[in-house]
């Protein structure tokens, strides 16, 4: 059974990096065709795709965020991390970190409140 865990500070300033981690159990990040994502709901809207990182090391990033992202991997720790810079208030919501695989998102994180504000 593939476990993700998100962790990370829950308040973050304006103007500053949000950062957080996703610790994978159950199942390496760098075997299967799987992308590794993160994924965001800011409050009262949808699930926003923010990027991804392949087994491979190749990253994807949303071209609304990418300016802003940048997601990379620990393998020895089976781990990877979202840092999005120069947040602002409407970076506020619940992020999740997720597996894809074939097509379909099959195991998700609990989700991790993040909220920015002075």
């Known amino acids: 059974q593939v476990q993700l865990q998100e962790s990370g500070p829950g308040l973050v300033k304006p103007s500053q990096t949000l950062s957080l981690t996703c610790t994978v159990s159950?199942?390496?990040?760098?075997?299967?065709?799987?992308?590794w994502s993160w994924i965001r709901q800011p409050p009262g809207k949808g699930l926003e795709w923010m990027g991804a990182?392949?087994?491979?090391?190749?990253?994807y990033y949303s071209p609304s965020l990418k300016s802003r992202t940048s997601i990379s991997r620990d393998t020895s720790k089976n781990q990877f991390t979202l840092q999005l810079n120069s947040v602002t208030p409407e970076d506020t919501a619940v992020y999740y970190c997720?597996?894809?695989?074939?097509?379909?998102?099959?195991?998700w994180g609990q989700g991790t409140q993040v909220t920015v504000s002075s």
């Open positions: 997720a597996r894809k695989t074939e097509g379909r998102y099959d195991y």
């Open positions: 159950g199942g390496s990040i760098t075997t299967g065709s799987n992308l």
């Open positions: 990182i392949a087994y491979m090391g190749f990253t």
